[in-house]
Each structure stands twice: as structure tokens, then as C-alpha cells.
């Protein structure tokens, strides 16, 4: 099934320079970038990106964490992309992530993990509403 999802490049990952190299990862996946743009969140913007989590003890931490430095926001479109985005982006902590995942291979930490993938097509749909208006997307 065709599907879109939302990754972030977060900014642990926009300040080292790594852009480039995540969305060469992305690229070689097969996966299409359809829409593209850089943002600098501010806490509030945060605190709403990461609404799900706001009972949690990290998500103060996280909130400050995300509105840092700026980010890279990018729509991904292909079959079965929710999915397959995780799978390349690996698990959450990069201690547990697999061999060859972005985790694995950029993360700093648990919390400073370089990358955002929406985990299902829903939640695809709110965040990619919640940074993009319908005419910043293309169909690829
Ligand atoms: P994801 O879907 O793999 O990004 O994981 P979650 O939705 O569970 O968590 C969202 C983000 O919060 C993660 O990507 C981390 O940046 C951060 N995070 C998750 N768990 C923790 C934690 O226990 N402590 C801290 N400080 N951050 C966390």
C-alpha cells in the first residue's frame, strides 16, 4: 500500500552535519522525498509535536531538546513507508538499534536519537498536517 509518513532529522543531527547523509540513507531505501523544509520549533511548537507524550517524565527534557537548534522536516512517500522508515531508522534507543540503522549509526543518546519517523499511518496524517500545508507536498 502507498503510503506517506513524517521523518524529522532532529537537531543532534542538523548540527553535525548530517542532512546529507540521512537522506542519502533514505534515498537508497527507495523511499521519495516529497516534501522538504527546515524548522526551528519553538517550545510551545514542540510541546505540540510531542503531544502523546506530555504525561511522561522525559517530555520536558525532550521539548527543550527539539526546539535546540534547528531541525529538518521531510514528508517520505513510497509502499509501505511508515514501516519501512522505521525499520531503517531503528529502535528508539540506539543502544538496542540493529546494525546499519540510522540509530545505530548517529544517534548520541536515548533522547538526542537524530531521527522522527511517524509509527503508523494516523499519526503520519496529524504530523504531517501538524508542519505542512497540502500545497507543500508533491505526489511522487
Ligand atoms: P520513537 O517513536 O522511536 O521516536 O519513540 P517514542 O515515541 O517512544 O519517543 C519519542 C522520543 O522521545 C524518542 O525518539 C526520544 O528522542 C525521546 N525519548 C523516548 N524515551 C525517552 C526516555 O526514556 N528519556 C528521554 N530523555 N527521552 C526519551
Redesign the pocket.
Known amino acids: 500500500m502507498r503510503q506517506r509518513t513524517l521523518c524529522l532529522i532532529?537537531p543532534d543531527a542538523v548540527n553535525r552535519n548530517l542532512v546529507g547523509a540521512v537522506l542519502q540513507a533514505i534515498e537508497a531505501e527507495g523511499l521519495h522525498v516529497c516534501a522538504l523544509r527546515m524548522i526551528h520549533f519553538t517550545k510551545a511548537q514542540a510541546e505540540g509535536f510531542?503531544a502523546?507524550?506530555r504525561e511522561?517524565?522525559?517530555f520536558d527534557?525532550?521539548a527543550t531538546?527539539m526546539c535546540s537548534g534547528p531541525l529538518v522536516a521531510c514528508v517520505l512517500e513510497g509502499e509501505n513507508a511508515v514501516a519501512r522508515y522505521?525499520t531503517l531508522?531503528g529502535?528508539?534507543?540506539p543502544a538496542d538499534a540493529a546494525e546499519g540503522t540510522l540509530r545505530k549509526r548517529f544517534a548520541q543518546?536515548?533522547?538526542?536519537?537524530s531521527v522522527?519517523?511517524s509509527?503508523s499511518p494516523e499519526s503520519a496524517a496529524g504530523e504531517i498536517a501538524y508542519l505542512f500545508s497540502t500545497c507543500d507536498i508533491v505526489s511522487r
Open positions: 532532529k510531542y502523546v507524550h511522561r517524565p522525559f527534557s525532550l531538546y522505521r531508522m529502535a528508539t534507543n543518546s536515548l533522547e538526542h536519537n522522527h519517523g509509527d
